[in-house]
């Protein structure tokens, strides 16, 4: 692990990091922030949403103040693998650079790379444990848009991991939504049946479950319609059995003024669970 930049905020380090990554097949650049600390802090994971890096959250999410006060780590991995070498659609920014859906992909040429759900949920994790002061046995996640999507179905898959999740305006149902269908396809193949792993909806109807689920969308949202429609997350829920903290946010839209706005909620929210 090679240290890019290490910077002092609210008395913790925010901190970036890269390493060689044998899931994705290239360097990897992830960030984090310790808090202040005298033994091992909880861990919060933040996946972001689609054309983000590591830094997007890391410069606009408003998060350090109150991880500092609360004394939890926060990782934010990469969205997806990067280089020269990485198959990759530079006119589409729903599809590859930036959009990995945190998925593992089945289908060449992306099979090599685009194994997101495989590098957020075990080797990067070996490395934060073995490298950073943290408690793994405390460990929520959560995320925005794509990242939220990400959050969700990482959390339904391992309920004994994660103490906490939440989301901001998640991709409720990835496999059929307008911006995330095409991008499965070409990952996973053509079968919409081996989708299922990756749709939080579809995995509520297949009996997945978790202790509850706190969720925000702005009303504003542009993607609303088309890309998130948190009522089908609601409905899921609600067949299933599932708890769901839904709050429809008004007048806010899609960007990270919306997430900056109720991170602190969230942080809150996950540490009374960690």
């Not at 999410?61 to 934010?76: N, P």
């Not at 759900?117 to 959560?142: K, N, W």
């Not at 396809?185 to 706190?214: C, I, Q």
Request: net charge negative; aromatic share 12%; proline share 5%.
């Amino acid at each position: 692990m090679k240290t890019i930049s290490t910077a002092l905020s609210f008395g913790g380090t925010q901190g970036v990091y890269r390493h060689a990554s044998a899931v994705t097949g290239c360097d990897m650049t992830f960030a984090v922030f310790m808090p202040p600390h005298d033994k091992p802090v909880p861990v919060l994971w933040y996946l972001s949403g689609l054309t983000c890096t590591h830094a997007n959250v890391m410069d606009k999410g408003e998060y350090r103040r109150v991880a500092a006060e609360l004394g939890v780590a926060i990782i934010c991995p990469d969205t997806s693998p990067r280089g020269d070498d990485v198959p990759d659609e530079a006119d589409n920014w729903q599809f590859g650079s930036g959009a990995g859906f945190y998925v593992d992909a089945t289908k060449a040429p992306y099979a090599k790379n685009y194994n997101m759900y495989s590098y957020v949920t075990e080797e990067l994790p070996a490395l934060i444990a073995a490298e950073f002061d943290v408690d793994m046995d405390r460990q929520g996640i959560f995320g925005h848009s794509m990242g939220g999507h990400g959050a969700l179905t990482i959390a339904l898959k391992h309920p004994d991991r994660y103490k906490s999740a939440s989301a901001f305006a998640p991709i409720a149902q990835p496999s059929t939504a307008d911006w995330s269908s095409g991008s499965l396809a070409k990952y996973l193949g053509d079968d919409a049946s081996g989708w299922r792993d990756y749709d939080t909806v579809a995995l509520l109807e297949d009996g997945h479950s978790f202790d509850d689920f706190l969720v925000d969308q702005g009303t504003a949202d542009s993607f609303l319609d088309n890309g998130l429609r948190p009522w089908l997350l609601e409905e899921a829920c609600k067949n299933a059995g599932q708890k769901l903290t839904l709050r429809m946010q008004e007048g806010y839209d899609h960007s990270y003024l919306f997430i900056s706005s109720f991170m602190e909620d969230h942080l809150r929210w996950h540490m009374k669970r960690l």
